[in-house]
């Protein structure tokens, strides 16, 4: 277990910003990681939690506390059960599923960060999400004081949330299973248009599954969701955004205001209607590489703030704030960040 003091945690993170932790613990044990917790707990230590460092915005004040960066390794392959470690780094974990023929996270190729994340954000894309294949979540649960396995069902997800999200400062991710499918090479049926288009076949078929996950990688690369060291654009948080969820009233209200336009519209529990934060900020005026300063909206995807290289936290909150106030006052809808805050808020 690696310990370091006025560490910076810029580096850690996909934006490239942030300020230092007071305390830097690397754990590569799930042994190291419940003690490094135990050890903050038991001290009354601020402690924050980190893997892949994609869904995190840092303030540049940093964090006075402890920050424990989970860097466990493990990628156990049982048949089509699949065991990762936390700090596995989820890329990497998909294209190795590939290579053994086995389907079910095929489309969430190229996503950046940690497989612990995974179940916190109920990470998603291009039409599948991992709860369809998670069976468990092998947490520590820091109210208990041990380490407890959560069923699927038992964790809660829906759109972009899950009970750890919920309740961020009681569970730690350690291990988390899936359920994954063997289809003879092929892939789990097509939801997305963009990727059914791309592949040139229709919703609800199946693919070879190298030529999916190929596909999602291009789709991603070509809005900077690939990660490229040399990419500003990929310097970024992913998607800013989550996708607003309207009820009927909201609906209503937002349609009034479209002026003529046609909206992305989708069912949504509850009689609600999911529309596209992407189609808001464009509609509301924030183009493909909005801005003047050293934040802006990516060039190639509106929903994707940048670092061009010398951004402080500051840059980007504002930028944020700029766009968020924008779409409210256009639409009257209510954007929503989807990367954790530290130190900080919207």
Same mark, same amino acid.
């Given at each position: 277990?690696?310990?370091?003091?006025?560490?910076?945690?810029?580096?850690?993170?996909?934006? $490239?910003?942030?300020?230092?932790?007071?305390?830097?613990?690397?754990?590569?044990?799930?042994?190291?990681?419940?003690?490094?917790?135990?050890?903050?707990? !038991? !001290?009354?230590?601020?402690?924050?939690?980190?893997?892949? *460092?994609?869904?995190?915005?840092?303030?540049?004040?940093?964090?006075?506390?402890?920050?424990?960066?989970?860097?466990?390794?493990?990628?156990?392959?049982?048949?089509?059960?699949?065991?990762?470690?936390?700090?596995?780094?989820?890329?990497?974990?998909?294209?190795?599923?590939?290579?053994?023929?086995?389907?079910?996270?095929?489309?969430?190729? *190229?996503?950046?960060?940690? %497989?612990?994340?995974?179940?916190v954000?109920?990470?998603? !894309? @291009?039409?599948?999400?991992?709860?369809?294949?998670?069976?468990?979540?092998?947490?520590?649960?820091?109210?208990?004081?041990?380490?407890?396995?959560l069923?699927?069902?038992?964790?809660g997800?829906?759109?972009?949330?899950?009970?750890?999200?919920?309740?961020?400062?009681? @569970?730690?991710v350690? /291990?988390? $299973?899936?359920?994954?499918?063997?289809? *003879?090479?092929?892939?789990?049926?097509?939801?997305y248009?963009?990727?059914?288009? @791309?592949?040139?076949?229709?919703?609800?078929?199946?693919?070879?599954?190298?030529?999916?996950?190929?596909?999602?990688? /291009?789709?991603?690369?070509?809005?900077?969701?690939?990660?490229?060291?040399?990419?500003?654009?990929?310097?970024? %948080?992913g998607?800013?955004?989550?996708?607003?969820?309207?009820?009927?009233?909201?609906?209503?209200?937002?349609?009034?205001?479209?002026?003529?336009?046609?909206?992305? !519209?989708?069912?949504?529990?509850?009689?609600?209607?999911?529309?596209?934060?992407?189609?808001?900020?464009?509609? %509301?005026?924030?183009?493909?590489?909005?801005?003047?300063g050293?934040?802006?909206?990516?060039?190639?995807?509106?929903?994707?703030?940048?670092?061009?290289?010398?951004?402080?936290?500051g840059?980007?909150? %504002?930028?944020?704030?700029?766009? /968020?106030?924008?779409?409210?006052a256009?639409?009257?809808?209510?954007?929503?960040?989807?990367?954790?805050?530290?130190?900080?808020?919207?």
């Amino acid at each position: 277990m690696l310990v370091q003091h006025d560490a910076p945690l810029a580096p850690l993170t996909t934006l $490239r910003l942030g300020g230092p932790a007071r305390r830097l613990v690397t754990a590569t044990t799930d042994a190291e990681v419940v003690s490094a917790v135990r050890e903050a707990d !038991a !001290a009354g230590e601020p402690l924050l939690v980190i893997g892949g *460092g994609s869904n995190l915005v840092i303030g540049d004040a940093g964090f006075d506390g402890t920050v424990l960066r989970i860097a466990t390794t493990g990628f156990e392959l049982d048949g089509t059960v699949l065991e990762l470690a936390a700090g596995e780094v989820w890329a990497e974990a998909v294209a190795r599923t590939v290579d053994k023929g086995l389907a079910g996270i095929e489309f969430l190729a *190229g996503i950046p960060g940690s %497989a612990g994340a995974t179940p916190v954000q109920n990470v998603g !894309a @291009y039409g599948q999400e991992v709860s369809t294949g998670i069976t468990e979540v092998v947490a520590y649960d820091r109210r208990a004081g041990e380490s407890v396995t959560l069923t699927g069902e038992e964790c809660g997800f829906s759109y972009r949330h899950s009970r750890f999200k919920a309740d961020p400062e009681r @569970y730690v991710v350690l /291990r988390v $299973r899936f359920r994954l499918e063997d289809n *003879g090479g092929l892939s789990t049926p097509v939801r997305y248009a963009e990727t059914a288009r @791309y592949l040139g076949v229709e919703v609800g078929e199946r693919v070879d599954l190298a030529a999916a996950r190929d596909a999602v990688l /291009r789709l991603r690369a070509g809005k900077g969701m690939v990660l490229d060291a040399a990419d500003h654009d990929t310097w970024s %948080a992913g998607s800013f955004f989550t996708n607003p969820i309207l009820t009927a009233d909201q609906y209503a209200d937002f349609r009034a205001r479209l002026d003529g336009r046609t909206a992305p !519209a989708y069912p949504a529990p509850d009689g609600c209607t999911k529309t596209s934060a992407a189609w808001l900020i464009d509609q %509301a005026g924030f183009g493909k590489g909005y801005g003047a300063g050293p934040a802006t909206l990516s060039t190639k995807h509106t929903l994707a703030l940048t670092n061009r290289g010398a951004a402080t936290a500051g840059d980007l909150l %504002a930028l944020a704030r700029e766009i /968020r106030d924008g779409v409210r006052a256009a639409f009257g809808v209510e954007l929503v960040n989807e990367p954790v805050m530290v130190g900080v808020e919207l």
